[in-house]
């Protein structure tokens, strides 16, 4: 990929145009502003298309007069431009309108109704997915920005054609850029390379994508560009001999073996060439594969038959193979792809594909409109259409605009991996995806559900990446869940997004059972019993309903994730509760009013969370202190984000404590607890062989597990180490039978448990 092309032998009638980077010469001011510089491209549709068309002009023409680009030029000219671009694709009458009246609803205050009392609704609809949000309703251009883009991406999920109309759009934007600002002129070229450019190579439109590429990088990069168009020039004369001569050898040989082929000449575009010399740390000479070759042939079989042709030309370099044929790429791109040693011992790329792989891998999904009537309409159909789908299922898991972008930039990567599931079946994913990823990828439950993962038949870690041709057998259980750890090394958008969706339930539910209890335990410090949320009688969900409107919730379950989550005080509203139930003839009980109240008069009055190891994601141990049983504990509930525990000696605790202390509970260890809990524990040792075994074999002897161990770099050179072990111990009293054993190991002068 990214590579232009230059003229070797002529192309077929059916090629030509492809794979040139610009369209025709431009048309003069005058002839760019009338229709007639658009309708001799529709030629490929009926008279009644174009007499509808011609309308669109006409209402478009109206809504921009008086209306100039930048340039100076009318308005009018860059809808009829977009449309063109359209035009080449063969996009259908619809298509084409939407194309003319793409800025009608954004920038001349046409509303859809008009538009669909016009032109009908499918084209109102598109019109409307090209159409930007109304910027007054966000609080930050990013965001504006964020959510506009989701709009066109959800809208281009159910139609294409949106895409492809503004990729069209964006592309005649970025051709008459030179009359804008330096720095607007960098803003849309990066925001074109990093979101534009990879959607067309993703739906496989290379021809766009190359082009996207080249004029974003004139844009951020014009010194660099202008220096390595100077040296390709140089280098094109140097190699046009070399080229000329791979050029005879190769028609010789063709024709030999009686195979009748085109060769086209590839030249790597100036993007491509500056990636490969940053990503790789290379000078311009040290490019070797500059130039290249396509040979495009009648039909499949051939193409494996001229491989062999090539082959027996000139030797092929090991490991430089690559069958995209039998394994298409995920937007539909299809070609043999193999690295030979020219005479010269210089390596030159080759392509082999047919006519039909050509138009698909320049035209990627536009090219169904271009040859729907042929057997392989319903394939190139399909192109794109799994990654699509995915958006829909991204923006199910993601209400936030700025999140659901970041993950759609996660999924638009150019490389990819294919592996295999146990029955066989290919599956394409990002460079450096997981097991976990591909578990997201078969199924949504599979990868909630994911324990372990086999990759050729042996057990690997989860976060293992995958490579092409692997076997993957993922290990599900019934009781397993999603681990926010996943997060740090998923490479999938729809990985991603699944995990942060299931962990901000569980969180919700999580807060709303710790706001229940809170509340519950607040209200009981006013002696009263917390009314059932379960009651189905009328008067107790009025109370309820009340309640939450007083706290300006729209439900009652809000109100609790809300006090839970610490955005609510549990007193303040056990309080309003305490006032509403007296008001309906409920009195304190004095046997829960003694219960209720804390025999310390310093703890704050939110009333009392017991911890068990239960607690999920609504309630932490701050990792300052680290918390284990054992220790004198509070918990600070802070704005938003759960239930903070800290110990009573903690520094950053006491901080918070004076500047906040209406926010902060009294919290104690239950009797029985479920779980283990890390504590941070140092250790001084003489540095020499075998310590960390001697280390481990302690801790492990005191029925303790290490989940982190970490030594500066310069410890190793001196006679003394100093190392920080987290470890997985029940209470207070394991913690010291650890430490007392640490100490008795010969190589440990001292041990110690890390303290803020």
């Excluded at 130039?291 to 027996?312: A, K, M, N, W």
């Excluded at 597990?705 to 001196?718: G, L, N, V, Y």
């Amino acid at each position: 990929m990214g590579f232009r092309s230059f003229a070797v032998a002529r192309l077929p009638a059916a090629l030509t145009g492809l794979s040139g980077l610009r369209p025709a010469p431009e048309p003069t001011e005058a002839e760019a502003a009338s229709f007639d510089a658009l309708v001799h491209r529709l030629a490929y549709l009926p008279k009644s298309d174009i007499k509808r068309i011609r309308e669109a002009y006409k209402f478009a023409d109206e809504a921009h007069l008086g209306q100039f680009r930048a340039s100076g030029e009318p308005y009018i000219t860059h809808p009829i431009a977009v449309a063109g671009i359209c035009a080449e694709w063969r996009l259908d009458a619809q298509a084409i309108m939407a194309a003319l009246m793409h800025d009608a609803m954004e920038d001349c205050g046409i509303t859809k109704t008009e538009l669909i009392e016009r032109f009908e609704a499918p084209t109102a609809e598109l019109v409307d997915g090209l159409t930007k949000l109304d910027k007054l309703q966000f609080s930050t251009k990013e965001e504006s920005q964020a959510e506009s883009f989701r709009k066109m991406l959800l809208a281009m999920a159910r139609d294409v054609r949106v895409i492809l109309i503004k990729l069209a759009d964006r592309l005649h934007n970025m051709r008459t850029m030179q009359a804008m600002a330096p720095d607007k002129r960098r803003r849309i070229a990066r925001e074109t390379l990093d979101i534009y450019a990879p959607i067309a190579h993703r739906l496989g439109l290379n021809q766009i994508y190359r082009e996207l590429q080249e004029l974003s990088f004139s844009f951020i990069n014009p010194w660099r560009h202008a220096a390595l168009s100077k040296a390709i020039g140089k280098a094109r004369g140097n190699r046009r001999d070399l080229v000329s001569r791979i050029e005879r050898d190769v028609v010789k040989s063709f024709a030999e073996a009686g195979i009748k082929v085109e060769i086209q000449g590839r030249e790597k575009t100036l993007f491509s060439i500056y990636k490969k010399m940053k990503d790789k740390h290379l000078s311009f000479a040290q490019v070797s594969d500059i130039f290249g070759f396509r040979i495009v042939v009648d039909e499949l079989p051939t193409c494996y038959l001229s491989l062999g042709v090539l082959h027996q030309l000139y030797k092929p370099q090991p490991g430089r193979f690559k069958d995209y044929i039998a394994i298409p790429k995920p937007n539909g791109y299809q070609s043999l792809h193999t690295t030979l040693v020219s005479p010269l011992g210089t390596p030159v790329e080759f392509q082999v594909r047919t006519e039909a792989m050509h138009l698909v891998a320049e035209k990627g999904v536009a090219a169904h409109w271009m040859y729907k009537s042929r057997s392989d309409a319903q394939a190139t159909q399909q192109l794109g259409a799994h990654w699509l789908q995915s958006l829909i299922d991204i923006q199910d898991e993601t209400r936030d605009a700025n999140e659901f972008l970041e993950h759609v930039k996660i999924d638009l990567f150019p490389d990819a991996v294919y592996v295999f599931t146990p029955k066989s079946k290919i599956m394409a994913l990002p460079k450096g995806a997981t097991p976990v990823d591909f578990a997201y990828a078969i199924h949504s439950d599979v990868g909630d559900h994911c324990v372990a993962a086999q990759i050729n038949g042996e057990p690997v870690p989860l976060r293992t990446e995958l490579r092409s041709g692997d076997v993957i057998e993922i290990v599900t259980a019934a009781g397993a869940r999603p681990n926010p750890a996943w997060l740090s090394f998923v490479r999938t958008g729809r990985a991603r997004s699944k995990i942060r969706h299931f962990l901000k339930n569980l969180e919700q539910d999580e807060s709303r059972e710790l706001g229940e209890k809170m509340l519950a335990q607040a209200l009981r410090a006013e002696g009263l019993a917390l009314p059932s949320l379960d009651d189905e009688d009328n008067e107790a969900a009025q109370l309820w309903q009340q309640l939450a409107r007083w706290a300006g919730n729209r439900h009652v379950d809000e109100l609790l994730v809300e006090v839970g989550l610490g955005r609510k005080i549990a007193t303040i509203v056990a309080k309003k509760l305490a006032r509403m139930l007296a008001e309906q003839g409920q009195r304190p009980d004095a046997v829960m009013l003694s219960m209720g109240r804390f025999a310390n008069d310093d703890a704050p009055a939110q009333g009392q969370v017991t911890l068990d190891g239960s607690e999920g994601a609504s309630v932490r141990l701050a990792p300052c202190c680290r918390p284990i049983p054992g220790d004198e504990i509070k918990g600070y509930l802070g704005r938003g984000e759960g239930l903070m525990v800290h110990t009573a000696e903690c520094q950053v605790g006491r901080r918070l404590f004076q500047r906040d202390a209406e926010h902060w509970i009294a919290v104690n260890w239950a009797d029985e607890l479920t779980r283990s809990f890390e504590a941070g524990v140092a250790v001084l040792l003489n540095n020499g062989k075998g310590v960390l075994a001697q280390v481990a074999q302690a801790v492990s002897s005191a029925e303790a597990d290490i989940t982190h161990i970490s030594m500066s770099d310069e410890s190793q050179a001196r006679e003394t180490a100093e190392m920080s072990l987290l470890l997985s111990v029940r209470d207070r009293l394991h913690l010291a039978d650890v430490l007392r054993t640490l100490k008795r190991s010969p190589s440990v002068l001292r041990a110690w448990r890390i303290k803020p």
